[in-house]
């Protein structure tokens, strides 16, 4: 076996999960430029590589093709069901734990969520997930969501560009432990005059699952009640009517939280809260109408594209510098471009 990563093995402490059963996976992993698959890393070179992060950001600025990442953590218990969600990974990945293939994905900008439930152990976890970074001239790369990436580096070559193929971890990994029925996903339509929430969930048990829902937002209570098959998927939706809350605008950007619980047999499965703008937006003739007022927009262009991560956002100081310039030369509205970004 390879010795590990420098930092790579503070992961024999226990994970300590937060008050939502949350750990995040974030941190120094051990990279594998050359394996070709799980077997190899128990023989090939590891490097230190951090997630989040692309790896020409970390200055591979010539891996194309296939790479593997690992690393370790350690569970005191691992009873519950489980989730392991990726925010997203460039392009293609396939996710191993203890050796065990437990899923994957094929779209470089989107979330994934495994299950890793029957996989883990109590004590020492290994996790592995294969990459794969189609080059710009494989059959594949075109296939893929890859917006101008590498469209014409061939007219303009200068590297490392806004438009050459990347690869890697490129958003958090975290690992989650839950009830048997899991909150997939929150939507909130944000009308003031028809606040409506949409809530889907997913039963994780062997057996059918009644589950009651509860939702909290600007003063309102809703609630629903699903029966939900093993293994099966359910949406509802929870009108909470008219609110007078203050509404969302570029110029008074008030936003509110919506509380999302589930509840199973008298205990909470899962909960979540979302944040939201409380706004109307219609298009009358050329006009933009927001509020019921006409909005004219001053948009500058976003690239999404930093020298330090490439393709991957800045940190939260960055983002709001850069709004902050926009709004100092007179702009009101940013229109991000080329990639889907971090929510």
Partial sequence: MTDPAPGVEEAAAPLALDEHGRACLDGE??????????????????????VPGLWEAQGRLELDGEAWYRRSFTLDDVEGWWSLRFGAVMDLTEVWLNGRPIGGHDNAFTPFTVDPTEALRAGRNELAVRVVDPAVDDPEHLRLAHGKQGWANHVFPSRPSLYMTYGGIWQSVVLRRHGPVVLDDVFVNGDPDDLCISVSVTNHCDRPARAGLAVRAVGRLGSAELSIEPGGRAVAEVALGASRALAWSPAAPHLHTAVVDVVVDGSVSDATSVRFGLRTIRVEGTRLVLNGEPYRMKSVLVQGFTARELYAEGTRSDIEAEVGAARAMGFNTLRLHIKAFDP
Avoid: G, M, Q, Y
């Fill in 29 to 50: 992993w051990e990279l594998f430029p050359t394996a070709r698959s799980l077997s190899d890393l128990e023989v090939c070179a590891a490097e230190p590589i951090s």
